[in-house]
């Protein structure tokens, strides 16, 4: 019997900290089967958040322009 695994890209957050465990650049973000996920390579810190949550939260509002000159 053959499985087959799907790779899942990982990335990790600059200057993300843990909220559990407090350690610095330990978390990495991914997907999931369309659900974005966050969690700690030092602890057993996991949070997921479907897309429409994501899209929920997106309130669209600029906040700044940058021009470059």
Request: glycine fraction near 6%; aromatic fraction near 6%; charge should be positive.
């Amino acid at each position: 019997m053959t499985t087959t695994t799907k790779k899942v890209k990982k990335r990790f957050v600059a200057g993300a900290k843990c909220p559990k465990c407090k350690a610095k650049e330990s978390i990495v973000l991914f997907k999931d089967n369309g659900i974005e996920t966050v969690e700690c390579v030092e602890c057993d810190y996991r949070e997921q958040q479907t897309e429409e949550k994501v899209a929920k939260k997106a309130t669209g509002a600029v906040i700044g322009v940058f021009k470059p000159e």
